[in-house]
């Protein structure tokens, strides 16, 4: 059993940065591959940004490439992600999510274990 912890979240102006943490408990990270999901309200839960157990492979959404960056610290089981030039339509709940299976990252059924979530507001 893991468990994930997000925090980071808060009001940003538009065209400021977050940074959110995921912090995990239970067992290690370090063979898990890990996602970040949000869900604005009203919308489906979709993918932001995925990285590999090595943190040598990171895929991202279209909406947040070359905004966002995915990392992870295994040695802390924590894994990252950077958020700059935030934009209003990047106003969600963001998640972080541990993958179990061998599928496309952008699934989230490709996801076992997920954290509360933490909210980032950006404002206009």
């Known amino acids: 059993q893991v468990q994930l912890a997000e925090s980071g979240g808060g009001l940003v102006q538009a065209g400021g940065s977050l940074r959110l943490s995921c912090a995990a408990s239970g067992r290690t990270l370090s063979r898990t591959a890990m996602g970040w999901f949000r869900q604005a309200p009203g919308k489906e839960r979709e993918f932001v940004a995925g990285?590999?157990?090595?943190?040598?492979?990171?895929v991202y959404a279209d909406s947040v490439k070359g905004r966002f960056t995915i990392s992870r610290d295994n040695a802390k089981d924590t894994v990252y992600l950077q958020m700059n030039a935030l934009e209003p339509e990047d106003t969600a709940i963001y998640y972080c999510a541990a993958k179990a299976y061998s599928g496309s990252y952008y699934s989230p059924r490709q996801y076992e274990y997920w954290g509360q979530g933490t909210q980032v507001t950006v404002s206009s």
């Open positions: 990285i590999s157990t090595s943190g040598g492979t990171t």
